[in-house]
């Protein structure tokens, strides 16, 4: 089966410019997780979906980052205006198939940069 | 707040040795344990689930061990080899198919 996908890859942009990505998910899998993972640290919860419904946005920086996830298969998740602290990973994953009990399949992820 | 530990810094070994990672978590009763590897510019890739009630889980030259009585996770590879470096991730289920990872790992295999 297809793996995650997610674009851009690599992202530069200034701070206070507002930055999307994008996330295909495994056909099928219902759970669908955005994570920032900054440099030397693990991945951090941003927001969890169950189908189109938020499950999970708790440590979402609401004043900045947005994410919906489209009929409850693609995602975005958006930053407006970014930060530099913002510099990071962003990596999607998703579960819900065959796969041992709430195995995640992550995306590549998108690096982004903020100067 | 729940809080996991993993080994700072890098471990060195040499080829053919047993490599033995240490995860430890705090304020917590997960009913699940994960590892995951994470190879430089990837996304992590799931490698070992093991529940609450087992005591070991292997496949193929990877163990994992979960005490809960300790709150501790070992992760060993046998007969490391130089493709086994990598970040290993330990991920803690927090209920309603969420997990909170670790900072993980380095992990580095010397021919």
């Known amino acids: 089966e297809a793996g995650v996908a997610q674009s851009p890859r690599y992202k530069i942009i200034e701070k206070r410019q507002s930055v999307a990505f994008w996330c295909n998910p495994i056909s099928g899998h219902a759970t669908l997780y955005w994570y920032q993972q900054i440099l030397g640290q693990g991945p951090k919860l941003l927001i969890q979906f169950q189908n189109n419904g938020v499950v999970d946005d708790s440590q979402l920086p609401k004043d900045r980052f947005s994410a919906e996830r489209l009929k409850g298969v693609d995602s975005t998740l958006k930053i407006q205006p970014a930060k530099l602290e913002d510099s990071a990973v962003y990596l999607c994953?998703?579960?819900?198939?065959?796969?041992?009990?709430?195995?995640?399949?992550f995306g590549p992820g998108t690096r982004l940069t903020v100067l | 707040s729940q809080k996991i530990e993993q080994n700072s810094e890098a471990l060195n070994i040499q080829e053919g040795k047993t490599a033995t990672l240490t995860c430890n978590y705090t304020n917590y009763s997960p009913a699940y344990l994960q590892w995951y590897r994470q190879d430089p510019g990837r996304g992590p890739v799931f490698l070992l689930l093991?529940?609450?009630?087992?005591k070991e889980k292997r496949k193929e030259r990877l163990k994992v061990t979960f005490d809960t009585t300790l709150k501790q996770s070992l992760f060993h590879i046998t007969a490391s080899q130089p493709a086994d470096s990598a970040t290993y991730l330990c991920a803690l289920d927090t209920g309603g198919f969420k997990t909170i990872f670790g900072a993980g790992t380095r992990l580095f295999v010397k021919a």
């Open positions: 994953a998703t579960t819900g198939g065959t796969g041992d009990h709430n195995e995640q399949f």
């Open positions: 093991i529940r609450e009630n087992e």
